[in-house]
C-alpha cells in the first residue's frame, strides 16, 4: 500500500504550499485536487459547456489555463463543485492518482476539501489545515500584492468567505475535518512552522 496523505482545509489556508513541501521532502507524488475543479469550472464558462460535460471532457491542456488560479477561477471553481455529478466524474482519477502513484515516487499527497473524507477514507494520515478568516485573507492578500496584482483586502476576505460557506453547506462531500484528521491551526505559524508541525505529525502517525 502506498502511503497517502490527505490535506484537506478551506480556501487560503496554506495547504498547497503545506502539499508541495511535504510531497518534496518524502519522494511523494503531489495533486492539487482545487486545480482540477478550477480546470472545470472555467471551462465550462469558457466554452460555454454544461459543467458535467466540462468535466468529462476535461484535458490535461485545460489544466494549465492561464487564468486557473485567479478568483475568478476559485469561484467558478466552487460552484461547479456543488454538483454530485461533476464530482462523480472526477472520482477516480484522483482515487487512481492515489493509489497508484507515478513512478518513482512512494506515494501520494493529495490536497482538497474531500480527500479524507471522501476521495482516500483510508488515507494514512489525514491533516486538516485551518487559519483564521483573517489570517487567510490577510495571507491571500499579500500574494496578489506580490505577484502584482490589484486587490483589496476587505474584498478578499468577503469572497474568501463565501467561497468557504458554499463548500461546507453544500449537500455533497462538504468541507469538514474527517474524524480521524490532526487540525492543524496555522493562524499564528510562519510557513516554515507550519511545514515543521506537519511533519511531526506525519512522524508520529507513521511509527505509531
Ligand atoms: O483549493 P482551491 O482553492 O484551489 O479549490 C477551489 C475550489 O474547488 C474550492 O473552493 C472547492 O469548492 C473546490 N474543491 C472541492 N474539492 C476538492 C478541491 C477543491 O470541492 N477536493
Known amino acids: 500500500m502506498p502511503l497517502i496523505i490527505a490535506i484537506d482545509g478551506p480556501a487560503a489556508a496554506g495547504k498547497g504550499t503545506l502539499a508541495r513541501r511535504i510531497a518534496a521532502h518524502l519522494n511523494l507524488a503531489y495533486l492539487d485536487t482545487g486545480l482540477i475543479y478550477r480546470a472545470v469550472g472555467m471551462k465550462a464558462q469558457r466554452e460555454g459547456l454544461e459543467p458535467v460535460k466540462a468535466a468529462q471532457m476535461l484535458t490535461p491542456g485545460d489544466l494549465k489555463a492561464p487564468d486557473l488560479r485567479s478568483e475568478a477561477g476559485g469561484q467558478a471553481a466552487s460552484k461547479v463543485a456543488s454538483i454530485p455529478a461533476v464530482r462523480a466524474e472526477l472520482l477516480e482519477f484522483q482515487r487512481r492518482f492515489a493509489e497508484h502513484p507515478p513512478t518513482p515516487a512512494v506515494g501520494a499527497v493529495l490536497d482538497g476539501r474531500d480527500i479524507g473524507t471522501v476521495v482516500c477514507p483510508n488515507a494514512g494520515i489525514k491533516l486538516f489545515i485551518t487559519a483564521s478568516d483573517e489570517a487567510r485573507a490577510g495571507r491571500r492578500h499579500k500574494e ?28 455533497v462531500a462538504p468541507l469538514v475535518p474527517a474524524p480521524d484528521a490532526v487540525v ?7 510557513a516554515d512552522a507550519a511545514f515543521e508541525a506537519a511533519l511531526r505529525i506525519i512522524a508520529d502517525r507513521t511509527h505509531a
Open 184 to 190: 492543524l491551526d496555522t493562524t499564528l505559524l510562519t
Open 144 to 171: 496578489l500584492l506580490e505577484r502584482g496584482e490589484s486587490s483589496i483586502y476587505a474584498r478578499v476576505l468577503e469572497e474568501m468567505q463565501a467561497r468557504d460557506e458554499r463548500d461546507r453547506n453544500r449537500s
